[in-house]
């Protein structure tokens, strides 16, 4: 392996950690990834050098904590290409960024017979509020297909949107099968009927480069937890003249301009939607994670990752009795690879995994209506990141032989 690899995978303390007594082989990084010790560190510094409040203190560490949350903001915009940092809004994570377009936005402006236009295979955080949305307006939701192998049907894309198609809502990079949807071309669709674009970046951010410019997406959610930061913080990017129309769906402190005894007028975004006091460490957090990405290059994680993922593919589809799921091998995809052992659950292949020191995710992924595309109620999922290594891909697929040989014959040990 290249020494920057190995370079890079030294600089993240939990992967020196022994789970059962194994070496850990950490392959759940579509769930959370681990953070890297600069990463650690400035949220560490924070508490340690300059703990205060933001915007609201004259005194030194206020204006200290105030600048550094804004310097991140700066990083976040440019991470991402976006025209300016007033676009960048900081949320919990992906769910809340997409929760705050769909009651702040969509709700207030579909109506009976408009369309929301959504793919099965997304995750629930981009299918439930657009469900309640759609409850609460009278508007319809619309399934845009998925060819076999799980991708986008985008010929059919093309039929489905309309006009009468005023929202898409699509994950960039899916989170089971990891398949990459054209979200340019959609938004170039999207656009001619007048609709708005909305994109669950959640698996793309950090995997794949980001330029929400190119892609001409109207909103784009991502989570920190997710590229190396620490979980509570995400993104939430709008086109600034989309944040002017969005309405906030939380108030109090600091987003509030002036307060009367019977109204209030509200700042200018993104301020205007970040109510409260606001996950600090979190944010900075996310700054060095972005600093972290950008000195290996997002083009070169994208590389590396999608070789370690084909690889997987063809090991992992050499196994006798393993059904893998998604794109076939030489398509590029997100670094997910979704799976099943026959005659095995996927809960009891990733314990068995788990007393080899794997960790994986097993289940529906919050993904149930793919999984019933699928066919089947869950799946197993490895999930690759830039600190994985051919090392890591063959600890996976001899405990995957392992886990066979046991629930098969079920004498001995997994070893």
Known sequence: MDRTWNNCRNDFPLLQEKVNDEPLVYLDNAATTQKPRSVIQASTDFYEHFNANIYRGVHTLSQRATAA??????????????????????????????????????LHRLGPGDEIAVSPAEHHSNLVPWQQVAKLTGAHLVYLPLADDGQLDLGLARVLIDDRTKLVALAQVTNVLGT??????????????????????AQAAGHLPVDVQDLDADFYAFSGHKMLAQTGVGVLYGKYDLLEQLTPFEFGGEMIDSVGLDEATFKEPPLKFEAGTQNISGVLSLGAAINYLLAIGQEEIARREQELTQDLLKQLTGLSGVTVYGPKIGTPRGPIVSFNLDGVHPHDLATALDLQGIAIRAGHHCAQ?????????????????????????????????????FFAHGLGKIE
Not at 180 to 201: L, M, R, S, T, Y
């Open 69 to 106: 949350y804004e310097a991140v903001r700066r990083e976040a915009a440019e991470f991402i290409g976006a025209k300016s940092s007033a676009e960048i809004v900081f949320t919990k994570g992906t769910t809340d960024s997409l929760n705050m377009v769909a009651f702040g936005w969509a």
């Open 180 to 201: 990459i949807v054209p979200i340019k071309e959609v938004a170039k669709i999207a656009h001619q009927h007048g609709a708005k674009i909305v994109v669950d970046g």
């Open 369 to 405: 209506p793919l999984l019933a595309w699928l066919g089947c109620s869950a799946t197993a999922r490895a999930s690759l990141a830039l600190y994985n290594n051919e090392e890591d891909l063959a600890a996976l697929v001899k405990g995957v032989e392992n886990a066979k040989e």
